[in-house]
T-cell receptor, first 111, second 115 residues
Framework: KQEVTQIPAALSVPEGENLVLNCSFT??????LQWFRQDPGKGLTSLLL?????REQTSGRLNASLDKSSGRSTLYIAASQPGDSATYLC??????????FGSGTKLNVKP | KAGVTQTPRYLIKTRGQQVTLSCSPI?????VSWYQQTPGQGLQFLFE???????NKGNFPGRFSGRQFSNSRSEMNVSTLELGDSALYLC??????????????FGEGSRLTVL
C-alpha cells in the first residue's frame, strides 16, 4: 500500500527566505504527484501537478520536482512571504485514480 | 468556470442522526471523490464515483455511503452519527478517465459537528 510522508510537520521561517518542503512515497509506480495548499478551515488549492514522466513543474515562485526512482518530491518556494503561510500537502495518484495524501507541512512565514 | 461547490458549508447534528452532504463538480468532470479530514487522522479517502458508479472505496464503515447522479453531482450520507464523525468533509472532482492528467480540484468542504 502506498504511504506518503511529509517532513517536517511544521516549519517557521523569516520572510524572504527560500525554502524546500519534502514529500516521500513508498511505491514508485505512480501516475502523478500533486502539491496542494490548505488555509485553516478551507479546502485544498492545487498548486502544481507533475506527471510521472516529468521531472519538474514551475509556477511563479513555486517549483516542484519529482524523482520517481527514489520516491521523492520537493516543493521549492522562493522569496517566501507571510501570505505563503498555510499547510502544504502532497498527494500521489495511481493508475486507478486513487490518491494518497501526506499529513502535510505547516508553514509559518514571519514578517 | 465555476469550481467545485459543496453544501452545506456548516452543520451541527446530534448523535444518532443522519446527514447528507452535496457536491457539484466542475463542469465536464465525471469523477467525484470524498475525503474526511480530522486533526488526528489527516485526510482519509472515503470513496470515488465515476459515471454514477462507485469506482474506489476507502476503509470506512457502512454508515458512510454515497451516490452520483447523471449530471455528475454527488451526495454522501452518514447514518447513525457518532461523535467521531465530526470533521471537515471534502469533495474533489477530476476528469476521471485515462489518459487524463488526473488533477484534483477541491471544494471548500462541509464542516460537520456532532454533539
Amino acid at each position: 500500500k502506498q504511504e506518503v510522508t511529509q517532513i517536517p510537520a511544521a516549519l517557521s521561517v523569516p520572510e524572504g527566505e527560500n525554502l524546500v518542503l519534502n514529500c516521500s512515497f513508498t511505491d514508485s509506480a505512480i501516475y502523478n504527484l500533486q502539491w496542494f495548499r490548505q488555509d485553516p478551515g478551507k479546502g485544498l488549492t492545487s498548486l502544481l501537478l507533475i506527471q510521472s514522466s516529468q521531472r519538474e513543474q514551475t509556477s511563479g515562485r513555486l517549483n516542484a520536482s519529482l524523482d520517481k526512482s527514489s520516491g521523492r518530491s520537493t516543493l521549492y518556494i522562493a522569496a517566501s512571504q507571510p501570505g505563503d503561510s498555510a499547510t502544504y500537502l502532497c498527494a500521489v495518484g495511481d493508475n486507478f485514480n486513487k490518491f494518497y495524501f501526506g499529513s502535510g507541512t505547516k508553514l509559518n512565514v514571519k514578517p | 468556470k465555476a469550481g467545485v461547490t459543496q453544501t452545506p458549508r456548516y452543520l451541527i447534528k446530534t448523535r444518532g442522526q443522519q446527514v447528507t452532504l452535496s457536491c457539484s463538480p466542475i463542469s465536464g468532470h465525471r469523477s467525484v471523490s470524498w475525503y474526511q479530514q480530522t486533526p488526528g487522522q489527516g485526510l482519509q479517502f472515503l470513496f470515488e464515483y465515476f459515471s454514477e458508479t462507485q469506482r474506489n472505496k476507502g476503509n470506512f464503515p457502512g454508515r458512510f455511503s454515497g451516490r452520483q447522479f447523471s449530471n455528475s453531482r454527488s451526495e454522501m450520507n452518514v447514518s447513525t452519527l457518532e461523535l467521531g464523525d465530526s470533521a471537515l468533509y471534502l469533495c474533489a472532482s477530476s476528469l476521471g478517465w485515462s489518459p487524463n492528467t488526473g488533477e484534483l480540484f477541491f471544494g471548500e468542504g462541509s464542516r460537520l459537528t456532532v454533539l
